[in-house]
């Protein structure tokens, strides 16, 4: 799970395996594979990044 902010400030948690793309247009919105959009404060590369930390400590 990884932690981010809408844009509003409020903090979300989403499961990072459900994420199927990440996209700047120029906010960053994030489908996920159930079809649901989120627009979120975080950059794609932040997005992409918290998402690799997460799989480094799940698969250690």
Do not use: C, H, W
Not at 24 to 47: F, H, W
Request: hydrophobic fraction near 40%.
């Amino acid at each position: 799970m990884i932690d981010l902010t809408r844009m509003n400030g409020s903090v979300l948690t989403i499961n990072a395996e459900l994420i199927e793309s990440v996209e700047e247009t120029p906010d960053t919105v994030i489908t996920l594979t159930t079809g649901r959009k989120i627009i979120v404060k975080e950059s794609r590369q932040a997005v992409k990044n918290l998402v690799k930390s997460y799989r480094k400590d799940i698969f250690a």
